[in-house]
């Protein structure tokens, strides 16, 4: 067979791309090694990244498994009668207007014909582990978000394809083929589009937003679609007659920074389609945690211990869908004048049990709330991940989930 010198230079200059790709998206890890700074390089504005997410994860590998629950309501879940919450359930349960995180008692009130199964994390983890291998057969960078979701940068990318649609399904095919399970894509030239396209058409879609309909598209969207507006900001939103990207576009910054504060420079950039970050393959994260920022400041000790359970249950889910442990959680508590107080409470063993989660917050908070002497802003609950190797320190740093807010 033979090779032209022009396939040779063609297959060299990808691998030669792929690399420096690699590389540059680690820059932040070579600290000041070169003062390069991967923002300006021309590799931002011209990049190609899908975002994919599988369907029902969970119930759709029970359904695989078990292949007589195909076509039925499928919860997977904890025990009704121990405070168990949803993990997941299949799309035939989700008319029924079941949920990921509520109540698994909530759940077969409003679909008593579902089948309830519990949570077989290592199964779970295993498929996840053969997808991502899936991921890497076409680029390396690959940046897992969770246990069935990851951004992939294929700008240039190991099967030298040239159209990101055409990947996309290829991914979605290759998916199926091995595990017969569907995921849903997002097409775009940015991490925070290609987001917003995966769940637009969901299940076993692919929805593609290039740069020529970024501007329809996010002119059209709802506020509340917008990574980061939470029910509250969404609310507050409405009340200012802010319900489309439109809308939101035609808000000054300095408006945005003054009633939102930071977060306004956010929604300023994100309804413009600009997001700067870059897929990074590996992300070291030491904890996980969830907060919450109440319209009015309040010292009503009952509503924020519920709180403080509804945010533990919350962490839990996210731990279990990730796939990880925790040693410790931890409760943060910011008053009124924003001076802020955070306590830590270890555990006996690791555990990724929600209900656990939160009941060791809700006695942090028992014991912390003798001494509230000020009205309360915010709360959060936090766990801190165990690292490899199990050792875990004693106070991490926190790392709250980067959305404004989670109500
Ligand atoms: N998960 C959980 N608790 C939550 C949310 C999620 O245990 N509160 C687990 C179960 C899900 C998996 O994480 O199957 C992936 O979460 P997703 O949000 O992607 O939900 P699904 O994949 O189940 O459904 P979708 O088709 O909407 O992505
Ligand atoms: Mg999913």
Request: charge should be positive; aromatic fraction near 10%; proline fraction near 4%.
């Amino acid at each position: 067979m033979q090779v032209s010198f022009k396939e040779i230079f063609v297959k060299f200059f990808n691998e030669f791309c792929l690399l420096l790709r690699l590389f540059l998206s680690n820059l932040d890890r070579f600290g000041s090694l070169l003062s390069v700074d991967q923002h300006d390089t021309f590799f931002r504005d011209n990049r190609k990244i899908i975002h994919v997410d599988m369907d029902a994860f969970f119930a759709a590998i029970e359904q695989r498994d078990q292949p007589k629950l195909k076509g039925k309501p499928v919860i997977v879940g904890g025990d009704p009668w121990k405070r168990g919450v949803v993990s997941t359930c299949s799309y035939e349960a989700r008319p029924f207007g079941v949920r990921s995180g509520m109540a698994t008692h909530r759940a077969l009130q409003l679909c008593p014909q579902a089948v309830l199964l519990p949570v077989r994390m290592d199964r779970y983890r295993a498929v996840s582990e053969e997808i991502f291998n899936i991921f890497r057969q076409f680029t390396p960078l690959v940046e897992g978000m969770s246990i069935d979701e990851a951004y992939l940068d294929v700008t240039t990318n190991l099967k030298n394809e040239t159209s990101a649609t055409r990947l996309a399904k290829h991914i979605k095919d290759e998916i199926f083929y091995k595990t017969e399970l569907t995921a849903s894509a997002g097409v775009s030239f940015n991490m925070f589009l290609a987001k917003i396209a995966s769940g637009t058409n969901k299940p076993n879609g692919i929805t593609v937003i290039a740069p020529s309909c970024a501007a329809d598209f996010l002119e059209a969207l709802p506020v509340r679609r917008f990574h980061g507006v939470g029910r509250v900001t969404a609310n507050r939103l409405h009340g200012m007659n802010i319900s489309t990207g439109w809308d939101l576009k035609q808000l000054p910054l300095e408006v945005l920074v003054e009633t939102f504060g930071k977060i306004g420079h956010y929604y300023h950039e994100a309804v413009r389609g600009i997001d700067h970050r870059c897929v990074t393959p590996v992300r070291v994260r030491k904890s996980l945690g969830r907060e919450n920022t109440f319209p009015v400041d309040t010292s009503d000790l009952d509503f924020l211990r519920e709180q403080v359970l509804r945010l533990g249950l919350e962490v839990g889910g996210i731990l279990k869908s990730i796939g990880q442990r925790t040693r410790a959680a931890t409760l943060k508590v910011k008053y009124a004048d924003f001076h802020q107080i955070t306590r830590c409470r270890r555990f006996f063993q690791t555990t990724d049990d929600a209900e656990a989660i939160a009941d060791n917050a809700i006695l942090i908070f028992n014991e912390c709330a003798k001494a509230f002497c000020k009205k309360v802003r915010l709360i959060g609950v936090s766990a801190t991940l165990e690292r490899l190797g199990g050792q875990t320190p004693a106070q991490e740093e926190f790392d709250f989930m980067k959305s404004p807010n989670f109500t």
